[in-house]
């Protein structure tokens, strides 16, 4: 049985300078699973999902979001895209400038159109569901990481996206808040919500993942059931799953 | 090159912004604050020792020819409003401004700031750019007739003291014409617009890290600071070319 693919990138190449970066990368994800786009640093793992929300465009190539074509929209078209499909940045990405009760308002007002007392009442709702209520006042700035990501991922969720983009999630949190988030997008995954997670965390692989995507060297090395990834014959796939110092990678 | 199509390109996304009036009047305020109010005493204490060096420079080269100083007044308010007064708040504005708006934005470009405002449909020109650019054309002309008032009145004590010129002589506006104060205000405008969507199109293309802001604050600085000086030939030249 086919599965629906909630994004799709067709022989996409990138280059930044002289370095390309992508180079006729074709990957498709799955609609309302867990894909894991993994590789060693620098393979081009951001860059190829930023594709899908239009935060870079191809040299070549398409890029489809559940079978629109994103590549070639305009930046007020994406607008609509970006409210089904969100992105959630490695960095927290919150604007010093605002409490975190503002930074989650801010999206509900701007994709939404509400009020300011509205998308204020929303977003401190959103924040009470993930346990973020006493820090709402807070300016993000001074919060820790860990803090700081859920309530990027608040921000995220407040819209209620179909597809969830989440860049290296766990980097810089310590084990047990990682072992938390993971345990809430195994919830997010139980609502039927795709999830696209960029991530080097194995363990995080092993929890959650249904597919697995392996960038080496601008181009797609794997990609197939996370069973099959860590049972592969492939020698890159293989170093990266014991952390070998000596290969390909 | 880049880095004026940038500039040139957010000239136009701003205009457009500024045509449908998305103008968030309160960050312009906040903006002006910084730009303008907290540039006031740097600008004020510079343009006193321009007007008093000026004036003890022009009086110094008149005492050789003639010993004659009916006409130094004149000259140097004509200059101050015509020239002086503009290129200094211009130059000051894009070394203590314009270096400001770089490394702000492009730290938010390097983390991400920017790509997410984006995605929360936040249009980062309309929310950064545009309460900056109109700051900054008010910022720009306010130092500039501070910059004038000042340097005049430093430029007169020293021709009082230095040269025993008296004030209602030096306060001659003999060779002022209308068109020299619209030439000014002009040129304060035009300086104002520049430096911040430079400043902004260095920090927009900021990438690598600290470096690359430190990269940006360097580039926004020194090509304000020469855009400045280019445009104010450009427009005299210009001016004059109209007026003849």
Same mark, same amino acid.
């Given at each position: ?7 799709? !990138? ?18 498709? %994800? ?21 594709? %899908? ?10 890029? *489809? ?13 994406? *607008? $609509? ?5 969100? *992105? ?19 999206? #509900?007002?701007?994709?939404?159109? #509400? ?6 009442? #929303? ?6 569901? !993930?346990?973020?209520?006493? %820090? ?29 983009? #989440?860049? $290296? ?81 | ?41 740097? +600008? ?66 390097? @983390? ?17 750019? +545009? ?29 009082? @003291? ?44 900021? @990438? ?13 600085? @020194? ?10 030939? +450009? ?10």
């Amino acid at each position: 049985m086919s599965v629906e693919a909630a994004a799709r !990138l067709f022989q996409v190449t990138k280059t930044f300078g002289d370095h390309r970066v992508l180079d006729r990368v074709s990957v498709s %994800i799955p609609a309302r699973r867990c894909t894991f786009v993994v590789g060693p640093s620098g393979t081009g793992k951001s860059v190829t999902v930023r594709h %899908i929300v239009g935060l870079l465009r191809p040299d070549s190539g398409e890029v *489809y979001y559940r079978n629109v074509r994103v590549d070639n929209l305009a930046e007020d078209r994406l *607008y $609509e895209l970006r409210k089904r499909c969100v *992105y959630v940045f490695q960095h927290p990405t919150l604007f010093d400038s605002m409490t975190v009760l503002e930074n989650v308002s801010l999206v #509900l007002r701007h994709h939404r159109g #509400l009020r300011r007392q509205e998308g204020d009442r #929303l977003a401190g709702e959103q924040l009470e569901r !993930l346990g973020l209520s006493a %820090i709402a006042a807070s300016v993000p700035g001074h919060l820790p990481m860990g803090s700081q990501k859920m309530v990027s991922l608040a921000r995220a969720l407040a819209l209620s996206p179909e597809t969830l983009i #989440l860049d $290296e999630p766990t980097t810089g949190l310590d084990p047990y808040a990682a072992f938390e988030l993971d345990t809430l997008v195994g919830k997010l995954l139980d609502s039927g919500m795709t999830l696209i997670i960029i991530s080097h965390d194995l363990r995080s692989i092993r929890r959650l993942a249904h597919e697995v995507v392996f960038l080496l060297k601008g181009g797609v090395r794997f990609q197939g059931p996370s069973s099959e990834f860590f049972s592969s014959a492939d020698t890159a796939v293989r170093q990266f799953v014991a952390g070998a110092v000596d290969g390909e990678i | 090159m880049l880095l004026i199509a940038q500039a040139l390109r957010l000239l136009w996304l701003t205009a457009w912004a500024v045509l449908r009036l998305r103008l968030r009047l309160r960050e312009v305020l906040v903006q002006f604050h910084e730009a303008g109010v907290r540039s006031a005493l740097f +600008v004020g204490i510079t343009m006193a020792f321009v007007g008093m060096v000026g004036v003890y420079q022009s009086a110094s080269q008149m005492a050789k020819v003639l010993p004659e100083f009916s006409a130094l007044g004149g000259a140097v308010i004509h200059s101050a409003v015509r020239e002086m007064g503009p290129i200094m708040a211009g130059l000051l504005l894009a070394t203590r401004v314009g270096t400001g708006m770089a490394a702000e934005i492009g730290s938010m470009s390097v @983390t991400d700031q920017l790509d997410a405002m984006r995605l929360c449909s936040v249009d980062p020109v309309e929310h950064l750019v +545009v309460p900056r650019f109109l700051s900054s054309m008010l910022a720009c002309l306010a130092l500039a007739v501070l910059g004038c008032v000042v340097g005049i009145a430093a430029g007169m004590a020293v021709a009082y @003291t230095g040269f025993s010129v008296l004030p209602d002589t030096f306060l001659s506006l003999r060779f002022m014409r209308m068109s020299d104060v619209t030439m000014g205000v002009t040129k304060s405008l035009v300086f104002g617009a520049t430096i911040p969507l430079v400043a902004c199109a260095c920090g927009f293309e900021a @990438t690598g890290g600290s470096e690359g802001v430190g990269r940006a604050t360097t580039r926004a600085v @020194t090509l304000a600071s020469f855009l400045v000086i280019v445009q104010d030939a +450009v427009i005299s030249l210009l001016w004059e070319m109209s007026t003849r």
